[in-house]
């Protein structure tokens, strides 16, 4: 167990809709990344957060959105969804008390498929 | 572009065989390199390494980087069922980011 805690693990619904993903970083992480993997690919960067500040950015479509609170978790918002967007979206957190260590902790993922 | 290519993409071997994976990336203000293994779901950390030529190890698992070459290999020796699985190489740059390979894919057979 990372310690980094994703709901909801599994999500169907159709296109034209619109999902939130959730995610608890590790106590004391300060970093929130999310990575998309499709099947049979690689995982792909889609945003980094720092302390509820956007750090980095990915190839994120615009039709997706994040945000870090200041509670530290994030939350990645995707709207008007398409067959495409099925995939598995990792939550991942680093960087105890700003400290860089380097390694991110990833969570169980959240499996999105749209019909 | 960051760019990372992983190879081989897929490789079945025997219990017992030694395996290479390979890695090479070009990474703009490259910070440090990450072996993860995923198996089922959540990609779990192996190695971390950030100097050239000093290789880390962990049980049958070593690794190493070059940073002149920009390339990084992940040996296993003494293959185990268990260490199927797909390896992932994971580059990081300044922002802290990580920029994964498409991976190798590992299905070691009894």
């Known amino acids: 167990d990372s310690g980094v805690t994703q709901t909801p693990k599994h999500l169907i619904t159709a296109t034209g809709q619109r999902v939130t993903l959730r995610c608890s970083p590790r106590?004391?992480?300060?970093?929130v990344y999310w990575y998309q993997q499709s099947l049979d690919q690689g995982l792909q960067f889609l945003i980094q957060?720092?302390?509820?500040?956007?750090?980095a950015k990915g190839n994120i479509l615009e039709r997706f959105s994040a945000q870090q609170f200041p509670d530290l978790h994030s939350e990645l918002n995707l709207s008007s969804l398409e067959l495409g967007d099925s995939a598995l979206y990792f939550c991942?957190?680093?960087?105890?008390?700003?400290?860089?260590?380097?390694?991110?902790?990833f969570g169980e993922g959240s499996r999105l498929t749209v019909l | 572009e960051d760019k990372v290519v992983q190879s081989p993409l897929s490789l079945v071997v025997h219990e017992g065989d030694t395996v290479t994976l390979n890695c090479s990336y070009e990474?703009?203000?490259?910070?440090?390199l990450l072996w993860y293994k995923q198996e089922k779901k959540a990609p779990t950390f192996l190695f971390m390494l950030?100097?050239?030529?000093i290789e880390k190890k962990s049980g049958r698992l070593s690794s190493i980087l070059d940073k002149k070459e920009l390339f990084s290999i992940l040996n296993i020796t003494a293959t185990q069922t268990g260490d199927s699985a797909i390896y992932l190489c994971?580059?990081?740059?300044?922002?802290?980011?990580?920029?994964f390979g498409s991976g190798t894919r590992l299905l070691v057979r009894p």
């Open positions: 957060y720092y302390n509820g500040e956007e750090r």
């Open positions: 106590s004391g992480d300060l970093s």
């Open positions: 950030t100097s050239s030529g």
């Open positions: 991942a957190s680093s960087e105890p008390g700003g400290r860089y260590t380097g390694e991110l902790f």
């Open positions: 994971a580059p990081g740059d300044s922002s802290y980011k990580l920029i």
């Open positions: 990474v703009t203000n490259f910070r440090s």
